[in-house]
């Protein structure tokens, strides 16, 4: 694909990825900013660089190669990041992993991945996750900022609240116990936020 085509990833989801091995393919910040994130989801790291930089954290792997990246390393992982820097090296990871039938993400080359990492904000059990389909990061970032401040301690507590109430009604199948679900959830969550969040809720597009 030309890389002056924007592509389009119209497929948001969110993975479980403990225990699944993933392979990063390079040292770098950036290479080592994913290996954090991955380990931080529970997978299993496998990580390819001649060299990496000085905040490598070795207990975040379970095995560091340290060589340039060759084909078989693709052998045994479901997922693959790249983010050497050198485009020839990361657009034949790119190639190689999805011709394996493999999904990989080629960081800042979109063109490449048939997946690609949006701008995150947290605030367990809530997650705000923020896609230009790669056309500006800075500007995903920023819009991630903004949803940030509506994650307050208030609305975590209702995200809890809510769960536990959920929880409470899950294994009723009768169709009474659906509906109670559905209407406590969205009138509950409606009134708390508005009231203790300052966030007017509208229905229909009207204020």
């Not at 997946?115 to 991630?144: H, K, M, Q």
């Amino acid at each position: 694909m030309s890389s002056n085509v924007l592509t389009v990833f119209d497929y948001p989801a969110f993975l479980n990825l403990a225990d699944v091995d993933v392979l990063v393919v390079g040292g770098g910040r950036i290479g080592l900013r994913k290996v954090a994130g991955l380990a931080g989801a529970g997978a299993r790291v496998r990580l390819v660089a001649p060299e990496v930089d000085a905040t490598f954290d070795r207990s975040l792997v379970v095995e560091h190669r340290r060589r340039p990246y060759r084909p078989a390393d693709l052998d045994g992982v479901r997922l693959v990041i790249t983010a050497t820097g050198v485009p020839g090296v990361d657009d034949a990871v790119s190639a190689q992993a999805t011709a394996a039938g493999l999904w990989v993400n080629a960081a800042d080359r979109p063109e490449h991945c048939s997946f690609i990492l949006p701008a995150i904000a947290r605030a367990a059990p809530l997650t705000v996750a923020v896609s230009s389909d790669g056309a500006s990061p800075a500007l995903a970032g920023a819009v991630r900022d903004r949803a940030r401040n509506l994650l307050t301690d208030d609305v975590r507590d209702l995200a809890l609240e809510l769960a536990t109430r959920r929880a409470a009604l899950i294994g009723n199948d009768d169709e009474e116990s659906r509906v109670l679900k559905r209407i406590s959830a969205d009138a509950y969550a409606s009134v708390f936020v508005t009231r203790r969040c300052g966030i007017v809720a509208s229905r229909n597009g009207s204020p």
